[in-house]
């Protein structure tokens, strides 16, 4: 150093550290870390440009044409007390570095890597460090300057994403009110209650993956989807409040329908009229709730189930009862049968009428189905008797027997009279008085054939 330089005094340093004196670094990178990847390190002939050090230890940075003092390094030797300021240099270079490949590779935040340029560009200006320092600082202002145009489209972007966020909680706000503005006494609340849940779950994955909203825009939207909500819910509440007391009038109704049926399970076959009754009553007594009709029904089927079971029980004894009466009815059809052979109609009449009156001795038969089928067989041979009356009758009436007699000499009249004109004619050579006289002639005949003349 010349005369002049060593005569400029020495400003105070803080004193080294206490712990072991840093050794020079390795001049070959870790293999995991790419070549290309690396940030040069200052070679030989870079620190002997940038740095010196003095006798006394001090060790001073070249910035432009000025020498600017960094530090001292008493202990060691002028190598290594430039390569301990060096090693501070090439560590502020590396995250320079870092920084100019982050940008490069795009993915990062340009806002985010603005403010860990400004960061950098802070800690390079006056560092105590050995090295182009004016040159770092120079690639920071280029990177920051490229920063900030990328900074001005993130933004961009960033209001962009805000306005769409903004747009779609608005939509997802809108349905809800549309759901809050419907005729709620109308609806169906499962579905309502489902549809409300999707748009809740929606503005929550809104809230958690989506950008982030101004508080005032966000709160004015949350209020509107949290009033229509809570509509919702209201009308929810309402709806099932009455709906509980609805259940509870009818699952007391009911109760005293189950009771009423159980006390008539002494009366038996008799007590299926009053329970045909109290069903009536319970199918218009509403919805007691899923669970509460089906337990309450249970055990009303059961007391009906009760008085059927006497009833098939009575009806089995009865049938039991009806099978000879069934066999005595079988016969006497058999019997009947001899009243359609019989071609005296008096005679036949009282052969019928005392099988009627057998069967009637018979008495009532069941089941009911087995005594209407015996009965229309009876009814058949019944009505086939009365039809022969009827002809019978209409045949010897003595009204029709004379007024059929009184025709009869009419006709006998009236055709001695045509043979006589007839015969007049076919001597006179008329053939016309002729034809008319036979034709008329042969009409009388035809009715008095009918009369039985």
Do not use: C
């Amino acid at each position: 150093m010349s005369a002049t330089e060593s005569s400029k005094p020495t400003p105070p340093v803080p004193a080294p550290p206490a712990v072991p004196l840093p050794r020079k670094m390795p001049a070959a990178a870790p293999a995991a870390t790419p070549a290309a990847a690396q940030p040069p390190v200052s070679t030989p002939e870079e620190i002997q440009k940038w740095g010196r050090v003095s006798d006394d230890g001090t060790v001073e940075v070249r910035e432009g044409d000025d020498w600017r003092v960094v530090g001292q390094y008493p202990d060691g030797t002028p190598e290594e007390a430039l390569a301990y300021f060096v090693r501070k240099f090439d560590d502020i270079a590396f995250k320079v570095h870092a920084l100019e490949q982050r940008h490069q590779a795009g993915g990062a935040s340009a806002g985010d890597l603005a403010k860990q340029a400004a960061h950098v560009l802070a800690e390079a200006t006056d560092a105590a460090a050995v090295g182009d320092l004016a040159g770092l600082r120079d690639r920071l202002n280029a990177l920051t300057a490229s920063l900030s145009e990328a900074t001005a489209q993130e933004a961009q972007q960033a209001k962009e994403l805000v306005d769409k966020a903004i747009a779609e909680r608005t939509a997802l706000v809108e349905k809800a009110e549309a759901i809050a503005a419907r005729d709620l006494s109308k609806v169906q609340w499962k579905q309502v209650t489902a549809e409300l849940g999707e748009l809740f779950d929606q503005w929550q994955a809104h809230q958690q993956t989506g950008p982030r909203l101004s508080k005032g825009v966000s709160q004015q939207l949350w209020k509107r989807f949290r009033d229509a909500r809570a509509v919702v819910d209201k009308q929810r509440r309402a709806f099932y409040s009455e709906l509980d007391d609805a259940h509870k009038a009818a699952r007391d109704a009911k109760t005293r329908l189950v009771e009423r049926a159980e006390a008539l399970a002494p009366r038996g076959v008799d007590g299926i009229p009053a329970y045909r009754t109290l069903l009536d009553e319970w199918k218009t007594s509403g919805r007691a709730g899923r669970k509460a009709d089906d337990a309450l029904w249970a055990r009303f089927k059961a007391a009906g189930d009760a008085l059927y079971s006497a009833r098939a029980e009575q009806a089995a004894a009865e049938e039991a009862d009806s099978a000879p009466k069934i066999e005595a009815r079988q016969a006497l059809l058999e019997e009947a049968k001899a009243v359609a052979d019989e071609p005296n109609i008096k005679r036949a009449r009282a052969l019928l009428t005392g099988i009627q009156r057998r069967w009637d001795e018979i008495g009532r038969i069941f089941p009911r189905d087995k005594e209407r089928a015996l009965d229309d067989r009876l009814r058949v041979i019944e009505q086939a008797l009365k039809a022969r009356e009827e002809v019978d009758w209409k045949k010897n009436n003595p009204e029709t027997k004379a007024r059929a007699n009184d025709m009869s000499s009419q006709l006998v009249e009236a055709i001695e009279k045509l043979e006589a004109e007839l015969a007049a004619a076919e001597k006179a050579g008329d053939k016309k008085a002729a034809k008319a006289a036979a034709d008329a002639l042969e009409a009388r005949r035809a009715w008095l054939s009918a009369l039985g003349g």
